[in-house]
């Protein structure tokens, strides 16, 4: 692979692992903060909500800005909320860090991306983002489990400490090698217009439902994970590898689901994700003994496959349909990546303080039917036929 990409590819991970690399550590950094774990869960939303956002304000704001200098700048920034992150006294001082750090955050993937299609030939550049976007994937394989064995062996806030060291990694690695000069082309309100033309509000709206599904459960993994094998501390963090597994898997799934019909796709994808919530919910109800860690693992990563693919059908749809305005209806879709998380992990934590955690499941499945309630509502052609 070419090195100037390579080094792109660690900017979605810095990005994904500091947004995750806490959720394997609900309980300790509730008892640790002297708060409960639904309010834990809240740190997902506060972050997710301001990277929703700060991305479409600031990519305007700074489109005439270079991109490698905003992107390096960008990490650093990562780099400031997570080692402040790691020394704050109280639970309110750290929900402040990470909405701070979201609104900037955000910024992250789509200024990665936007340097690595400007390094390789048009006919070259799905592959370079599938390149870039490699690191976002890497984030739940590795900095997620890293995070949780590091914050069971050292205490919590070393997992934020692991999660700023990844982010001067990354600013050294792109400040040294990525190319320059790299502007973004300036977008006119027309192109918003187009951009939510036709279905792509409906697909926008299925990408956060996705995520919404999802993160009522993996917003509070950790305890899930506790719940229903009995499994604590670094054993979290290595059942955790499950989630990258399927995160590395639903991408070329998703590939080959972007050639059938969008609402066949979907409507399998969020069957599945539905399935998979369900056996969260099964999973914490009943004790399935030797069985419950690969029970468990098999519906991590069914789970984790079943989003990722989800995206990749979307945003193959989004490419075909919007024109020059595809990079606006990315950056959109992108938001709705973070309110789906954020709220997630919202809902999760009302069904814990008002139900338990193992009602969690049943809700997610409950939101893959609402999603599945708007795919029948699509009407569109298979996606396939507008690849060009």
């Known amino acids: 692979m070419n090195p100037r990409i390579l080094s792109l590819v660690f900017a979605p991970f810095a990005f994904g692992t500091s947004a995750f690399v806490f959720i394997g550590l609900i309980d300790p950094m509730a008892e640790g903060l002297g708060v409960g774990v639904p309010l834990i869960g809240q740190l997902q939303m506060v972050f997710a909500i301001a990277c929703g956002f700060g991305g479409p304000f600031l990519a305007r704001l700074l489109s005439g800005v270079d991109r490698k200098r905003l992107l390096v ?132 709206a299925l990408t956060m439902l996705g995520f919404v599904a999802t993160f009522v459960t993996v917003g509070y993994i950790g305890p899930v994970i506790t719940q229903t094998t009995g499994l604590t501390g670094a054993a979290i963090g290595g059942v955790q590898i499950a989630t990258g597994i399927g995160s590395l898997i639903g991408v070329p799934v998703g590939a080959l689901f972007a050639r059938l019909a969008v609402r066949t796709a979907l409507f399998i994808l969020f069957m599945l994700a539905g399935l998979t919530q369900v056996a969260f919910a099964l999973g914490m109800h009943f004790d399935f003994g030797g069985l419950s860690v690969p029970f468990l693992i098999v519906t991590m990563a069914l789970g984790s496959a079943a989003l990722f693919a989800t995206t990749t059908v979307v945003q193959a749809r989004l490419a075909a349909t919007s024109g020059a305005a595809v990079t606006i209806a990315f950056a959109l879709n992108s938001s709705m990546v973070y309110f789906g998380q954020g709220m997630g992990a919202t809902l999760g934590g009302g069904v814990i303080a008002a139900i338990g955690l193992s009602a969690t499941g049943v809700a997610g499945a409950g939101v893959a039917v609402l999603a599945l309630a708007l795919v029948f509502a699509l009407r569109v052609q298979p996606a396939a036929q507008h690849i060009r």
Do not use: C, H
């Open 73 to 204: 700048g960008v990490l650093a920034s990562m780099v400031a909320m997570n080692f402040a992150s790691a020394l704050a006294p109280d639970f309110a001082t750290l929900a402040g860090l990470r909405f701070m750090g979201g609104f900037f955050a955000a910024l992250t993937i789509p200024l990665a991306t936007t340097i690595g299609v400007n390094m390789v030939p048009e006919g070259r550049r799905a592959d370079a983002i599938a390149a870039v976007m490699a690191g976002y994937t890497l984030a739940f394989l590795l900095g997620m489990p890293l995070g949780t064995i590091l914050g069971d062996a050292f205490g919590w806030r070393a997992a934020f400490w692991f999660a700023g060291g990844v982010a001067i990694l990354a600013a050294l690695l792109i400040a040294l090698v990525a190319p320059g000069n790299v502007k973004a082309p300036q977008l006119s309100g027309a192109n918003f217009k187009t951009a939510l033309s036709g279905e792509n509000p409906k697909l926008m």
